[in-house]
T-cell receptor, first 114, second 117 residues
Framework: DQQVKQNSPSLSVQEGRISILNCDYT??????FLWYKKYPAEGPTFLIS?????DKNEDGRFTVFLNKSAKHLSLHIVPSQPGDSAVYFC?????????????FGTGTLLAVQP | GAVVSQHPSRVICKSGTSVKIECRSL??????MFWYRQFPKQSLMLMAT?????????EQGVEKDKFLINHASLTLSTLTVTSAHPEDSSFYIC?????????????FGSGTRLTVV
């Protein structure tokens, strides 16, 4: 039962353009969402997060949008750079509490072409 | 910033032997540590959650007798793959969380590539 899904396994974007990565979830109890970047044979690196009380959070070139009614979130990267090429995972959890844990999506491989 | 050290980064072992993977939080105390497994081109699957001084909580389908987790201190958790078989070959990643009451502070180790031959 995949509670967090990223339906696009890969995405190719030209340098300077916008990259949009999508993520859908099924568990309505999730109320905190995170995006991670991962290179092969390395652990994930935190990018940006958003709680369910917001619908947008921005940090530099990265913006995350949350649509709770659709159980959908997206990560926008603009402008895209070749160094952004990596696998991007969205993750979800319930906010706070000693037992919360991250559930990861299936990942999207982003390739930014020079 | 928070740093999590995972060791070894790569290990090859013979079928039937046991392998121990260490996860250390270097500059903070981790109340909770998590162990993930990643198959090629797949997501990170949570295996278990460990709290210092207590038994680990395993996810459904994960064999607790095969994947032994010890969290003896606030800075160290270990995962031992017992009687390893080729199907246990995978990429294992640990994560440490500083504060049990927020979602901030999930820091991941660099992972361990286990190959069982």
């Amino acid at each position: 039962d995949q509670q967090v899904k990223q339906n696009s396994p890969s995405l190719s974007v030209q340098e300077g353009r916008i990259s949009i990565l999508n993520c859908d979830y099924t568990n309505s109890m999730f109320d905190y969402f995170l995006w991670y970047k991962k290179y092969p044979a390395e652990g994930p690196t935190f990018l940006i997060s958003i709680s369910s009380i917001k619908d947008k959070n921005e940090d530099g070139r990265f913006t995350v949008f949350l649509n709770k009614s659709a159980k959908h979130l997206s990560l926008h990267i603009v402008p895209s750079q070749p160094g952004d090429s990596a696998v991007y995972f969205c993750a979800a959890s319930t906010y706070g509490g000693a037992t919360n844990k991250l559930i990861f999506g299936t990942g999207t491989l982003l390739a930014v072409q020079p | 910033g928070a740093v999590v050290s995972q060791h070894p980064s790569r290990v090859i072992c013979k079928s039937g032997t046991s392998v121990k993977i260490e996860c250390r939080s270097l500059d903070f105390q981790a109340t909770t540590m998590f162990w993930y497994r990643q198959f090629p081109k797949q997501s990170l699957m949570l295996m278990a959650t460990s709290n210092e001084g207590s038994k680990a909580t395993y996810e459904q389908g994960v064999e607790k007798d095969k994947f032994l987790i010890n969290h003896a201190s606030l800075t160290l958790s270990t995962l031992t793959v017992t009687s390893a078989h080729p199907e246990d070959s995978s990429f294992y990643i640990c994560s440490a969380r500083r504060d049990s009451h927020t979602n901030y502070g999930y820091t991941f180790g660099s992972g361990t590539r286990l190959t069982v031959v």
